[in-house]
Structures are given as structure tokens and as C-alpha cells.
Antibody, heavy 122, light 108 residues
């Protein structure tokens, strides 16, 4: 069974840092495309970042230069290092999978974690 | 960046009625890269439709997707009480993903 479990959220002051983790089971993180998607309170979904199976990474303009996505293949875990946090980064952060099939890659999110709340406030 | 605009913002219908949700892109989107999600309060989004018209595993056949180019539609043929939720469209292009702002489907 595919499962994604996020952790690491919490309250942080503006300008601070936080690292989110997403532990995966039932599939191999490094063989798929993995993203972070966030949702500010009462707002819609915003894609944040993706790491491809080959290791390439991409970011939304709103977080470029401040956030870093990575993975630990030995732990089958995805990470999001968030630096220089701002009030507008306050959101529930979800990790999500885009499955890489034999001969094709999907670009939709078929599995999601339950989310972890990040609050940036003084 | 491709912008997705969903309409209406809120749709008020009764169980048993038909729901039609629209997603319009600022430029042409490959149908292969257009998906729809359902989100209920306090829950993660759930994939409904991918490739503009293919239902995800376990999704009832009352949900259907259609469209191409810049105009896409999610149709729920006969609303069940559990279908009242927020719906998002999503596209991929040039290593960027974007979501529409959502349509809230509420009970009339």
C-alpha cells in the first residue's frame, strides 16, 4: 500500500528555517517524480517544487532561492528545506507522487500525504 | 506560466442534479497534462481525472472529464451527498505545475 507521511511542521519566526520530511512506503521515491504542494489557510492549492527521478529539481517562482527539495534514497524519504521564511509561506504542506511508468511519466498527483502545517509568525 | 481559471467560483446544486465545472487555460494545454482533484475539508486532495478524460482508480463513473486546448470540463452526472466539496484542475508544462483557484460545490 502506498503511503506518504509528512512531518516537521511547526511555528517559526519570519526569517527562520524549517525542514519538512515525507516518509514514503509502498513504492520507491527515487524512481518517481515527487512534489511539494502547499495550501494557505482557506486558500487554494499551490505547487511548490518537484524532484525528478533523475535528480533534476524545479521550483515555483515564489520559493526559488529560498527552498530546496531533496531526497534520501536509503530512507525512501523526501525533504523540503525552507529558509528565509515569510508570513506568506504559512500553509499546510503536502508531499505528492507523480508516478514514473515504464516508457512514460505521469504529470498528475496520484498519492498525497496528510499534510503538515507550517506557521510563520512572530 | 500557464494560468488556469475555474468557473464558477461556487456552484449551488441539489443531490441528483448534474454539475458542470469549467477550467480555462491562458494558453493551450496538452490534454495529457490536465487533471482534476476533489478536496473535502481537512483532507488531502484526491485525484479524480487525469489526461483530461481518464478516471482514476476507484472513481465512480458519474465523474467525467472532457475538453482540449484551453477549455476543459468536469461533469458530475448525478450528484451524491458525498460529492459536495472543492474541485481543482491542474496542468503541467515546462517543468512547472499550476492549479486553478478551485470551484466550491455546495448543497442548495
Amino acid at each position: 500500500e502506498v503511503q506518504l507521511v509528512e512531518s516537521g511542521g511547526g511555528l517559526v519566526q519570519p526569517g527562520g528555517s524549517l525542514r519538512l520530511s515525507c516518509a514514503a512506503s509502498g513504492f520507491t521515491v527515487s524512481s518517481n517524480y515527487m512534489s511539494w504542494v502547499r495550501q494557505a489557510p482557506g486558500k487554494g492549492l499551490e505547487w511548490v517544487s518537484v524532484i525528478y527521478s533523475g535528480g533534476s529539481t524545479y521550483y515555483a517562482d515564489s520559493v526559488k532561492g529560498r527552498f530546496t527539495i531533496s531526497r534520501d534514497n536509503s530512507k525512501n524519504t523526501l525533504y523540503l528545506q525552507m529558509n528565509s521564511l515569510r508570513a506568506e509561506d504559512t500553509a499546510v504542506y503536502y508531499c505528492a507522487r507523480s508516478e514514473k511508468l515504464v516508457g512514460a511519466t505521469t504529470y498528475y498527483f496520484d498519492y498525497w500525504g496528510q499534510g503538515t502545517l507550517v506557521t510563520v509568525s512572530s | 506560466e500557464i494560468v488556469l481559471t475555474q468557473s464558477p467560483g461556487t456552484l449551488s446544486l441539489s443531490p441528483g442534479e448534474r454539475a458542470t465545472l469549467s477550467c480555462r487555460a491562458s494558453q493551450s494545454v496538452s490534454s495529457s497534462y490536465l487533471a482534476w482533484y476533489q478536496q473535502k475539508p481537512g483532507q488531502a486532495p484526491r485525484l479524480l481525472i487525469y489526461g483530461a478524460s481518464s478516471r482514476a482508480t476507484g472513481i465512480p463513473d458519474r465523474f467525467s472529464g472532457s475538453g482540449s486546448g484551453t477549455d476543459f470540463t468536469l461533469t458530475i452526472s448525478r450528484l451524491e451527498p458525498e460529492d459536495f466539496a472543492v474541485y481543482y484542475c491542474q496542468q503541467y508544462g515546462s517543468s512547472q505545475y499550476t492549479f486553478g483557484q478551485g470551484t466550491k460545490l455546495e448543497i442548495k
